[in-house]
């Protein structure tokens, strides 16, 4: 959605680029107004890549993996206490804390894969995320720098 934006002095063109959005050319109206129309940017079509869709994943397949393990050594340590005859009042909360030790020590060395790729996932998040923003800092950097020399300072002759 376009918004037009005047401004004192006229330029020919303005690039901006602010986050997802980029600045299309601009170029003065008869009332000599700049005009910056935003729109989406040509590069960046919105589409999950490869990298995305992998990366987007890596937290939920890690997470679903340890709620696994989790589950399967509770089974295994609820039928050995049923094996021992461990009955009673603890036994649940007795259940729940050695499965909670050992699924813990069991993730850390099987889950070490899933956990590098929800790391690495999440730094590339971070470093595109780094990127729009110094983009979108430089961008309206040259945005300054073209407006400000051309505005002159006004006096007042009065």
């Excluded at 401004?7 to 299309?24: F, I, K, L, R």
């Excluded at 099987?110 to 979108?136: F, H, P, W």
């Amino acid at each position: 959605m376009s918004t037009p934006q005047p401004t004192p002095e006229p330029t020919a063109h303005a690039d901006v680029s602010a986050g997802p959005q980029e600045a299309a050319p601009a170029a003065a109206t008869p009332d000599e107004e700049l005009v910056v129309t935003l729109s989406k940017p040509s590069a960046d079509t919105g589409a999950p890549t490869a990298a995305r869709t992998r990366g987007s994943h890596a937290a939920l397949r890690y997470t679903l993996c340890r709620i696994g393990l989790f589950a399967a050594v509770s089974v295994i340590v609820w039928l050995a206490c049923y094996a021992l005859n461990i009955t009673g009042r603890g036994a649940g909360i007795l259940v729940v804390g050695i499965s909670l030790a050992i699924s813990g020590v069991l993730s850390y060395f099987l889950l070490n894969g899933q956990r590098d790729a929800m790391s690495a996932a999440l730094v590339e998040r971070v470093e595109r995320a780094k990127a729009r923003i110094d983009e979108g800092a430089s961008a309206e950097d040259h945005l300054i720098a073209d407006i400000a020399p051309r505005r002159s300072p006004t006096t007042d002759v009065s």
